[in-house]
């Protein structure tokens, strides 16, 4: 593939500013490597929150009258259960179940730390248990709609513990958005975690009910994600969404995902992802020593350009020893 006259935007990022112990660095910093390598633009999608947008507008006014020609995409990483009045039920029937009822405790504590493990954890409770759903603006009315998704998420039955969206969320507000699968914690993710002992028929059953729901809201805006780092269970969750687009005509996309601004920054985001837990009690899925080469992790997470998106696409298959045919 001659890839020397292909863009590629990445439409999934974090910062340090909206997503806390999490993403790392500023949105600028993001901007400014990914023009520098290459990329004409780059979506911002933190975690639950819109806190980079005005880091986003000003910094590409002053990219602008340098005489960068960059774009800022506006968008959100959401939250989401399919029903915040089902989840209501159901919370209500835990607390008054005596066993269930230490599930409840809440955290209120105004910051959304990622916790990224319980995402993909196939034993935790579906009362504390959300998912991740990429969001992003087509356009002014899009934007307009993201930011009351993202306002509504922190109000009522939507917030417990973190900021949440659902299906009637997306009913209601979903005009003019870009939506997408996400990662090992998203939409189509949780059809794999929670089918996956069941069985490939299960697993392609429930993601193909979820791709139903979410295309008769928003149609031909609704994306399978992939992604290509090293963790075995994305390669299986791509080729699930990849069959899924095979029945139903389901576009996809691939992002980076990416939580640092440039290749050097991993090892201080590894730093900065576990002073979030101190005096929290580390939590079982997060090894608190700090790796000492790239080499240690199954991901790198700066903004790339298409020739390093593809290059990350050819070494995992072959690292993987997966065959793989996307047309």
Not at 240 to 251: A, C, N, R
Request: proline share 3%.
């Amino acid at each position: 593939m001659d890839i020397k006259n292909i863009d590629f935007v990445n439409l999934h990022a974090h910062s340090g500013v909206g997503s806390p112990f999490d993403g790392f660095g500023y949105p600028q910093d993001h901007m400014d490597y990914a023009y520098s390598n290459g990329s004409k633009a780059l979506a911002l999608t933190d975690h639950g929150n819109m806190n980079g947008f005005a880091y986003q507008v000003l910094h590409a006014k002053k990219m602008k009258e340098a005489g960068k020609d960059f774009k800022p995409i506006f968008g959100v990483e959401a939250y989401f259960i399919e029903d915040v009045v089902e989840w209501r039920e159901k919370y209500e029937q835990a607390k008054a179940d005596k066993k269930r009822k230490k599930e409840l405790k809440d955290d209120s504590s105004g910051i959304s730390i990622e916790t990224e493990g319980e995402s993909k954890s196939k034993g935790r409770s579906d009362i504390n248990r959300s998912r991740h759903l990429i969001l992003i603006a087509m356009n002014q009315q899009g934007l307009n709609n993201i930011f009351k998704m993202v306002s509504e998420s922190h109000k009522g039955d939507y917030f417990y513990r973190k900021p949440r969206i659902d299906f009637r969320l997306l009913e209601q507000y979903g005009e003019g958005v870009i939506a997408a699968s996400a990662c090992l914690g998203g939409v189509y993710a949780g059809a794999y975690w929670s089918k996956q002992e069941e069985g490939e028929q299960a697993v392609m059953e429930e993601m193909l009910r979820l791709t139903k729901r979410f295309q008769d809201i928003l149609g031909d805006r609704w994306y399978g994600e992939l992604q290509w780092n090293d963790i075995p269970e994305q390669h299986e969750l791509n080729q699930y969404v990849i069959k899924v687009s095979k029945e139903t005509g389901l576009k996809m996309i691939s992002t980076v995902d990416s939580h640092y601004p440039n290749p050097d920054a991993w090892q201080d985001r590894e730093l900065y992802k576990r002073l979030g837990w101190l005096g929290r009690g580390t939590p079982e899925w997060l090894d608190m020593s700090i790796p000492t080469s790239l080499g240690q992790l199954d991901y790198e997470l700066y903004p790339k350009n298409a020739e390093q998106m593809w290059q990350a696409y050819k070494s995992i298959i072959l690292n993987q020893n997966i065959i793989m045919t996307i047309t």
